[in-house]
């Protein structure tokens, strides 16, 4: 009698563990494509805020650069809410994924943090700091690319754990 109350505990606790992996990983593949719109909506608004910058747009190259900022901290959150439990995936791929992901992002913050820091110096004739500003947004901005790219290409080795 003592063995089937065991078995029947174990059977329990296996079927609730992993009960919780599974929602674990819905609630992440709910995530992700808010998450990667965030970060391409955050992409797309630097880079309009550095041609209106380019262009001596300001009030363009501000208000661009803010939707940026908001984008990139709504992605940093999502990222925020994915790592609550995502080490216990047991998956090193997708750890290594959402890893990059967080590196990436505090990249590509700076990035807008330094172009934002550019665009308020540009009206005030400060060049040089105007130069180090926008020399540390295009700085970050490749090390935030090269991380998509590790991203992409972890991506592109594992079809199956990202479809």
Do not use: H, W
């Amino acid at each position: 009698m003592k063995n089937k109350i065991v078995v029947v505990v174990v059977l329990v606790l296996v079927v609730a563990v992993s009960g919780c992996i599974n929602s674990d990983m819905d609630g992440i593949n709910q995530i992700i494509p808010k998450l990667n719109d965030n970060i391409k909506n955050g992409d797309l608004n630097f880079n309009l805020a550095s041609d209106g910058l380019n262009l001596k747009k300001t009030d363009v190259a501000n208000a661009k650069v803010a939707l940026a900022i908001g984008s990139f901290n709504n992605a940093k959150s999502n990222i925020e809410n994915i790592k609550k439990n995502y080490k216990r995936l047991n998956n090193t791929e997708y750890i290594s994924y959402i890893d990059l992901i967080s590196k990436e992002l505090e990249f590509k913050i700076n990035a807008t943090l330094s172009l934002q820091e550019a665009i308020q110096i540009s009206s005030f004739s400060r060049y040089e700091l105007f130069n180090e500003y926008v020399s540390d947004a295009n700085s970050y901005m490749r090390n935030g690319v090269a991380i998509q790219e590790e991203r992409y290409r972890i991506v592109r080795l594992n079809p199956d754990l990202f479809n």
